[in-house]
């Protein structure tokens, strides 16, 4: 379980987060929503280590993660799939998969790259293409493949449907969705498309000016008349 | 017209090989770092005096001595790297900054080879300074042998480099870091050693390229900047992003600036040889003006399609 407590964040000078508090619930879909800039990315960043943490705490199964590198964070076993540049553009798909178990020992790796293209059978065909010819939502499924190669225990999505076709974008979602029932694991989705992210979703939390608006179940949320309507465009 | 004369071509094969394995090293390490390489020809120079240092006092063939220069190529490019450059990529220094640390190391490197050429000169009595080692090459074929074994070198190299690239782990880890470091560092690769790596590489090659030289021409301790002239231009026609780019652009500068200088001499006379740098600079200069992105950036299907459809 991430723990979230009281944290004060952002780049540098410029905070974005004001006292955010989250509990993420294992082998649940967390789902992330808010307006632009309400400071999406910039949660899941700092629980990775990638932002300037003033104060407050994140704790994974009771471990400390701020003040930690991000590959150190990825050996704990938490994935982050940022939006842009998650793959390699001028590597095969299979190479990217080598490089993503690079510290797993060879013949653990090879068999973890055949497991992981069974379950996107969509880039088998893919192999030994070079990863910047796929579409926006094939590169997301090598991106997931990747991050699965590690047997994460936690999965960050920021966006993963941005920039794609509504097909491609539903088959992401039904990927994620796969992920929770038959590997339970947990997953923290930033979604920009926050109906179709809390249709799936099980806890929600809504950010707005980079404070907590809005805590509880996603069902929850999609029927409150008034959050939806204001922050959501919902109706 | 001049007919081929059987030296000219001799000359532009072996200045073409020897070039591919300067340009290739100097491409590898500007993708890697991001660096141009001003120090890349002293690289060569210092082991052009560690193999005339090998041949004249130790007494070994100049082929043998590759393997040392290789070595102290790779090891003088590292400490480049570790101790000069690393440090201010940690600070955040931006490319010229860096570019001019490279000047600065050139200039140590080119005090060091001068002291180096005067030591060997007193102490030894060889000669350092306009000397040549092609009385001491072998024959092959009624052929001097560097004919067979620099462009045998140059071919094995690119392909040895392709093969560590492609099918090596640690290779590829390389094009990743090369792609997206910050990615790379996500996912466990330590972009560092393979940065250092590829300058090793990158000297290594130059150690070779340098410990060839004097079996093809007269060296003295000024050539690297020359050489640095002509390695610059292949780098850039190849697009400096592209090892195989830059290995056609050393084939492609090589032949023509020795073919050039060849025939220009022989139709206009030979005060022309000394202005030779004209001509891989004025392709430089064609490249960055009409095709910036060099050879491999031009995309040749679009262009011949237009041709065919005009």
Not at chain 2, 61 to 69: D, K
Not at chain 2, 145 to 154: E, K, R
Request: aromatic residues 8%.
């Amino acid at each position: 379980m991430i723990v979230v407590q009281n944290l004060n964040a952002g780049y540098r000078r410029l905070q974005v987060l004001f006292d955010v508090s989250a509990s993420f619930q294992v082998g649940k879909i967390n789902v992330i929503v808010g307006p632009n800039g309400s400071g999406k990315s910039t949660l899941l960043k700092s629980i990775f280590g990638l932002t300037s943490v003033y104060s407050g705490s994140v704790k994974f199964n009771g471990v400390e993660l701020t003040g930690r590198p991000p590959h150190d964070i990825a050996r704990l076993g938490i994935a982050y799939l940022p939006q842009l540049n998650k793959v390699f553009e001028n590597l095969t798909v299979e190479e990217n998969l080598l490089m993503a178990g690079y510290t797993l020992n060879k013949s653990r790796l090879l068999e973890k790259i055949e497991e992981v293209i069974e379950i996107f059978p969509i880039i088998k065909k893919y192999r030994k293409t070079k990863t910047g010819l796929l579409s926006g939502g094939e590169r997301q499924m090598v991106a997931t493949a990747m991050a699965l190669i590690r047997e994460p225990k936690v999965m960050m999505f920021d966006e993963p449907t941005s920039e794609l076709a509504p097909k491609m974008a539903k088959s992401v979602l039904e990927k994620i969705v796969e992920l929770r029932d038959k590997m339970k694991m947990t997953i923290i989705l930033v979604e920009q498309n926050a109906k179709k992210a809390l249709e799936i979703g099980d806890r929600s939390y809504l950010l707005v000016g980079g404070r907590v608006a809005f805590e509880g179940g996603c069902r929850e949320l999609l029927s409150h008349p008034q959050l939806s309507t204001l922050y959501l465009g919902l109706r | 017209m001049v007919a081929l004369s059987l030296p000219l071509i001799r000359d532009a094969v072996i200045f073409a090989s020897l070039l591919t394995m300067l340009s290739t090293g100097l491409t590898l390490t500007y993708m890697t770092t991001r660096v141009p390489n001003f120090a890349h020809g002293e690289f060569a120079t210092m082991n052009v005096y560690l193999n005339l240092a090998l041949v004249q006092v130790l007494g070994l063939s100049p082929y043998l001595g590759v393997v040392p220069s290789f070595f102290f190529g790779g090891l003088v490019a590292l400490l480049l790297y570790l101790a000069v450059l690393k440090p201010l990529l940690d600070r955040g220094a931006n490319y010229v900054i860096l570019m001019i640390a490279t000047i600065a190391y050139d200039m140590i490197l080119i005090s060091i080879i001068n002291i180096i050429a005067d030591y060997l000169n007193r102490v030894y009595k060889i000669q350092t300074r306009l000397f040549q080692l092609k009385g001491l090459d072998l024959d092959l074929l009624g052929q001097p042998m560097i004919f067979t074994v620099a462009p045998a070198l140059s071919l094995i190299i690119i392909t040895v480099l392709y093969f560590f690239l492609n099918k090596t782990k640690f290779g590829i880890a390389m094009r990743a870091a090369i792609e997206n470091p910050s990615l790379a560092e996500v996912i466990g690769i330590n972009i560092n050693l393979t940065y250092a790596f590829s300058w090793f590489i990158s000297g290594g090659l130059a150690g070779l390229a340098g410990a060839l030289l004097p079996l093809y021409m007269t060296c003295n301790p000024d050539i690297g900047v020359r050489l640095l002239i002509s390695i610059f231009a292949a780098s850039i026609v190849g697009g400096l992003t592209n090892i195989y780019g830059a290995f056609l652009g050393g084939l492609l500068i090589g032949l023509a600036e020795t073919l050039g200088t060849g025939y220009l001499s022989i139709m206009v006379g030979p005060w022309i040889v000394p202005y030779r740098p004209v001509i891989p600079l004025s392709l430089m200069l064609l490249t960055l003006l009409f095709a910036p992105r060099g050879l491999t950036g031009v995309d040749w299907r679009k262009l011949l399609r237009r041709e065919a459809e005009a």
